[in-house]
């Protein structure tokens, strides 16, 4: 049976707040509460900082969820603080909340954010401009060529709205929970691999806004055993919207591979996606050429250039950016995917597995180089100004 807001919010007034006495949901301290097939999330609403209270509040609410409402449930509780809500003050000008000003000055200090895939070696985002250029399927080979040579990889899927690793690497159900509540990614092909369509129904259409994206997101980095990687891969959405900009906000990139077909209508956009990178610090490792040519079986000596000849390969040197190689148009690599066989599994008899060998190798090879020369990505404090 589907989980509804209304169980959930009858779950939390079993949530007492340990100085008024009363339930959160009562001193109205829930604010927006999403639930989606057994996904949930929500934010505690606090006037200020205070970390043992969040602490406390988030595992009450989290064992009061699990207790009445679903033990397997998927949780994202956040706090926040909302001054506004609690600015009324006592006749003595204390506030008249409890709870506020009477922290020790440390804990008060105390606001950094606990490190984020911190057993990861490299993290490399692998995006695009637009959509329909074939990223998926580059970050999926890429993660498995990885793998090829003996490293440990993960794989995550970030495109929320359309998740396409689940097919790819034809793993459905749902992954399983440790003692602590996180999850346990998948594993195939040597490569630990996580999406949020092994999450929910197939068949259901995920109309989030975009804090429950973002929110997911985190999760998928924060809630799950990833252990000691020595390459995350992220496949992200297109575009350069709230995901790229949680990830840059959430871990330190390694690095970005910027995937486009040869065309101009996909080459104006992935030069955006260039720029985005380069502007919050992120290295761009360099340019995968998707689809670049179509060879037929039976004339395998013949290329035909159906979307444009050489166009990423092109923009890259006008750009500053390395080339990292080209994918041809193969019937084989659309069959290898939609059978979650990665055609770079393969015995290398194609030319399309040959060439994702190559751009593993050229990868790991910009990967050295860029974390011999430069330092370690930062991630970014964006803040929006009036």
């Not at 895939?117 to 990223?135: E, P, Q």
């Not at 486009?260 to 996606?273: E, F, H, M």
């Not at 979307?307 to 994918?327: D, Q, S, W, Y």
Request: aromatic share 4%; with cysteine.
């Amino acid at each position: 049976m589907a989980i509804n807001k209304q169980q959930v919010r009858t779950a939390l007034t079993h949530v007492m707040h340990p100085q008024m006495e009363k339930d959160v949901v009562s001193l109205d301290m829930i604010e927006d509460l999403i639930v989606q097939d057994q996904f949930i999330t929500f934010t505690i609403d606090l006037p200020e900082k205070d970390t043992k209270l969040e602490a406390q509040l988030k595992e009450e609410c989290e064992e009061a969820i699990r207790k009445f409402v679903d033990k397997d449930a998927v949780l994202d509780i956040n706090t926040a603080v909302n001054i506004s809500k609690f600015r009324d003050q006592g006749e003595d000008g204390e506030p008249a909340f409890p709870g506020q000003g009477h922290r020790d000055k440390r804990e008060q200090e105390d606001d950094e954010d606990e490190e984020v895939l911190s057993g990861v070696k490299n993290i490399i985002a692998v995006a695009s401009g637009k959509g329909g250029v074939g990223k998926s399927t580059v970050a999926v080979n890429l993660a498995c060529g990885l793998a090829r040579t003996g490293a440990k990889v993960g794989l995550l899927d970030t495109d929320i709205y359309g998740p396409s690793i689940p097919t790819m690497m034809d793993a459905h159900g749902r992954p399983n929970i440790t003692t602590k509540k996180k999850l346990i990614p998948k594993e195939k092909h040597g490569v630990r691999f996580l999406s949020m369509g092994m999450l929910v129904d197939p068949d259901q259409a995920m109309i989030w806004r975009g804090p429950m994206v973002t929110s997911a997101v985190k999760q998928f980095m924060n809630e799950v055993e990833w252990g000691e990687l020595d390459y995350m891969v992220l496949d992200l959405p297109p575009g350069t919207g709230d995901i790229q900009l949680t990830l840059v906000q959430t871990v330190p990139l390694t690095g970005a591979v910027i995937v486009s077909t040869p065309q101009n209508v996909a080459l104006d956009d992935a030069r955006k996606g260039v720029a985005m990178f380069k502007k919050v610090n992120v290295p761009v490792l360099g340019m995968v050429e998707n689809m670049a040519y179509f060879i037929p079986e039976d004339m395998p000596d013949k290329k035909y250039y159906i979307f444009g000849k050489h166009g990423v390969r092109n923009l890259a040197e006008r750009m500053g950016t390395n080339f990292l190689g080209e994918i041809p148009l193969e019937q084989k690599v659309r069959e290898s995917s939609d059978e979650g066989k990665p055609i770079v599994l393969g015995d290398l008899e194609t030319v399309s597995a040959q060439k994702f060998v190559e751009l593993s190798n050229n990868v790991i090879q910009q990967l050295a180089i860029r974390n011999k020369e430069q330092e370690p990505t930062e991630k970014i404090d964006i803040k929006i100004r009036p």
